[in-house]
């Protein structure tokens, strides 16, 4: 049975086979290895950072991996969330996977320091346009109008959590389970990432 890639050895042996079973079945998702708050006015500087980062240790910043859908939002999405932002109301959370981020890492078929983005892509995007001066909000507020004001972007935040999945097996079932319980993403989208755990899982174990 697949042990859980944030549970320690030690614990993982520890348990009977009843209780492992209930890990396979429950899947309890793993703490983030590491969370900080980006302004708005700041994502721009923090993704450049790391690239500039990962490049140096031999890695690389990737936003859209093969299972991410792609920049699918319409204009209009992009303009009702920034404006939910603005509200208060909006998600803001922005998901990313580098193996050896924080720590010495099992090795495994994701090579390290692979600054992957697994969730909130969409709004992540959305946000670098707006700031960007590529739509207006509210009619015709851009974000330069918008700065010195109560609403300005730089009172915002995006929360960012980096994990440090080194099997990309895990990581796909972690996004399958992140996005299969609601309707955001379709049955066909969700079915090919599916198809493409079931790849490298049959990579890890050379079936």
């Not at 900080?36 to 990962?54: C, I, N, P, T, W």
């Not at 099992?106 to 995007?125: E, K, N, V, Y």
């Amino acid at each position: 049975m697949h042990k859980p890639w944030s549970l320690s050895d030690s614990y993982w042996s520890s348990l009977s086979g009843e209780h492992k079973a209930l890990y396979a079945l429950v899947r309890p998702q793993p703490k983030a290895t590491y969370e900080v708050d980006v302004q708005l006015s700041h994502v721009e500087r923090f993704l450049r950072g790391q690239a500039k980062d990962m490049m140096s240790m031999g890695g690389v910043l990737e936003l859209e991996p093969d299972f991410q859908r792609g920049h699918v939002w319409t204009d209009e999405q992009r303009v009702k969330f920034v404006e939910s932002l603005l509200r208060g109301c909006a998600p803001r959370s922005i998901l990313f996977n580098c193996p050896g981020w924080n720590s010495e890492q099992a090795s495994g078929d994701i090579a390290p320091h692979t600054f992957q983005c697994i969730d909130g892509l969409q709004r992540l995007t959305a946000i670098r346009k707006f700031i960007g001066g590529e739509f207006r909000v509210f009619g015709d507020l851009s974000a330069g109008q918008l700065k010195g004001s109560p609403f300005d972007p730089s009172h915002y935040t995006l929360k960012v959590s980096v994990y440090e999945f080194a099997n990309r097996v895990d990581l796909l079932q972690f996004y399958l389970d992140l996005n299969s319980g609601g309707t955001v993403h379709g049955a066909q989208e969700l079915e090919r990432v599916r198809q493409l755990r079931e790849l490298a899982n049959s990579s890890v174990h050379g079936d």
